[in-house]
């Protein structure tokens, strides 16, 4: 039975059997995360950086992931990666994250009548990854996308992926270093290193992934245009900032963004178009290149729905 049919969301069976007793038994997320990565080292040992080489890699740093995970279960067999990212998110809620709109993970089935197919699935905290793998059956992409999921889930529970005082002074340092700031750029708010600090503080505790999913939505808006606009009304970085992490990424804003592209086509006849095309190759590369889609997705997403808007009765979904 398919996930997800003619591109809608659908969720995960496993969501109607929450109160059912978890088939894995997760010990410590940490530990897990600590040997995956450790296999994750060394499957990559001597890994040269071109593309057939780095999807090599890719494949077996998931492997190793999910073989690691599979030692840290009560089933030391084969793991059903759908049934395990399902109950892994589970899991978490239970044990107390804040997980606003709970632990549903939901899987979205890309519309195709032939392979390869492709399958989407997004995480709680709304952070998307794809099937990396080139399938040729609709349950393929879904383990393959459940499969790299997983892995990020797992490796996101690490030490070092939780934004604490050490990581922030690193990382505004390695920023002043690759940038040629001064210290006093990290101290003011108004430029690029200082909003950088003010984010990473204001998001100390939290893990690298619901960090991503905070930048999301400033690197939609940088996209569209909305920084650029909001400056010339003469509002402050640090208002912005302050704004927006406060912001969910949903329905509204995405349709006040395609409504800004809408505008747009009306002066450059197109322009929808050919950014669409731009959007798709680049979530296709960052699929398969195993990262994380939301801002790639996200992008096509409110293309699409602008293209919808202008031409209703077309088929705009690639």
Not at 110 to 119: D, G, K, R
Not at 178 to 187: R, T
Not at 195 to 216: H, I, P, V, Y
């Amino acid at each position: 039975m398919e996930m997800a049919t003619c591109g809608k969301p659908v969720a995960s069976p496993r969501q109607q059997q929450q109160s059912t007793p978890m088939h894995y038994a997760f010990h410590n997320l940490a530990s897990v995360a600590a040997d995956a990565a450790a296999s994750v080292h060394a499957s990559s040992q001597g890994a040269q950086l071109s593309d057939a080489k780095a999807k090599t890699v890719l494949k077996e740093a998931v492997d190793a992931v999910i073989n690691s995970f599979a030692k840290h279960t009560h089933g030391c067999g084969r793991v059903n990666v759908v049934e395990a990212l399902q109950e892994f998110w589970q899991m978490k809620l239970e044990r107390g994250s804040d997980l606003t709109n709970g632990a549903l993970v939901v899987y979205e089935s890309q519309p195709a009548t032939a392979p390869p197919y492709v399958c989407y699935v997004s995480l709680p905290g709304g952070s998307c990854f794809g099937s990396f793998q080139v399938v040729n059956t609709k349950a393929e992409a879904r383990r393959s996308a459940a499969k790299i999921a997983l892995m990020n889930s797992v490796f996101n529970e690490h030490p070092s992926r939780k934004i604490t005082d050490e990581f922030i002074e690193k990382a505004i340092l390695d920023a002043l270093n690759s940038f040629q700031g001064s210290s006093s750029d990290a101290d003011n708010p108004s430029t690029g290193i200082g909003a950088f600090k003010f984010m990473l503080e204001a998001n100390r505790g939290r893990s690298m992934l619901e960090f991503q999913e905070l930048m999301t939505v400033f690197q939609l808006l940088h996209w569209n245009g909305s920084l650029k606009a909001m400056r010339e009304r003469n509002c402050s970085r640090q208002e912005v900032l302050a704004h927006y992490s406060h912001r969910a990424l949903d329905d509204d804003m995405r349709s006040q963004m395609a409504l800004d592209w809408i505008a747009r086509e009306q002066e450059s006849p197109d322009i929808i178009a050919s950014e669409l095309e731009v959007a798709e190759r680049d979530l296709e590369a960052a699929r398969l290149a195993g990262r994380e889609l939301r801002f790639y997705k996200e992008k096509r997403d409110i293309l699409v729905l602008a293209l919808s808007q202008i031409n209703p009765s077309d088929e705009t979904i690639a």
